[in-house]
């Protein structure tokens, strides 16, 4: 089993809103990423989790608000989101360390800010 | 964050043609990853590769692991339709995973 569910699949929200995207992977990988995409640019990094902790953090605003409670499940809390927030968001996994093996996505949550 | 260089940034080829896009970065990674994304979906793993100057294929790709660790390229042989796509090569290391600006592929039938 390779696969990697993110819920939902699209969301639209109102600028005051409070919403999460949920991520899920049974594989036992211990580091699972949140990347951003907008249309035709690459996955961007967002955050990465190694074994549950916040290792890296791309300086990306505090109205996203990741968390990870435990190793099969990564949350991506959303507050006061501005429009240009909305894109395609991507959860990934791998086995984490110095040498990481195959990465995983899900297929995405289209996120809308209206 | 590294940067990773990737090229060309689109193809147009005829079916049946061969194919060969390329990655490069100023720093080394212990993994290359190579995915293709549809629109509106996530990128789907094609190859990974994991020791320099590593060949492996998987059916009609083929990819390599650069020898100094900071490229590697992806060819794709007797091209189809349904290659269709964006490829987009990825670096890793230390839990730390970098996107190239991907190559759009068309194949005309």
């Known amino acids: 089993d390779t696969e990697v569910t993110q819920t939902p699949k699209h969301l639209v929200m109102g600028m005051t809103n409070k919403k999460s995207l949920k991520c899920e992977q049974h594989m036992g990988h211990r580091a699972m990423y949140w990347y951003k995409q907008k249309a035709k640019k690459p996955p961007e990094l967002m955050f990465v989790?190694?074994?549950?902790?916040?290792?890296i953090n791309e300086s990306v605003p505090s109205r996203f608000s990741p968390e990870c409670p435990n190793s099969s499940l990564l949350n991506l809390h959303l507050h006061a989101l501005q429009p240009e927030d909305s894109a395609l968001y991507l959860c990934?996994?791998?086995?984490?360390?110095?040498?990481?093996?195959?990465?995983?996505f899900g297929q995405g949550t289209r996120l809308t800010v209206v | 964050g590294q940067q990773l260089n990737q090229s060309p940034q689109s193809m147009f080829i005829q079916e049946g043609e061969d194919v060969s896009m390329n990655c490069t970065s100023s720093s080394i990674f212990n993994t290359w990853l190579w995915y293709k994304q549809d629109p509106g979906e996530g990128p789907v793993l094609l190859i990974a590769?994991?020791?320099?100057?590593e060949l492996t294929s998987n059916g009609r790709l083929t990819a390599q692991f650069g020898i100094t660790r900071k490229d590697s390229f992806l060819n794709i042989s007797a091209s189809i339709p349904s290659d269709v796509g964006i490829y987009f090569c990825?670096?890793?290391?230390?839990?730390?995973?970098?996107f190239g600006a991907g190559t759009r592929l068309t194949v005309k039938p």
């Open positions: 989790y190694s074994y549950e902790k916040l290792s």
């Open positions: 590769l994991y020791k320099a100057g």
């Open positions: 990934a996994s791998t086995t984490a360390g110095g040498w990481n093996t195959e990465a995983f």
């Open positions: 990825a670096g890793s290391r230390n839990n730390d995973m970098r």
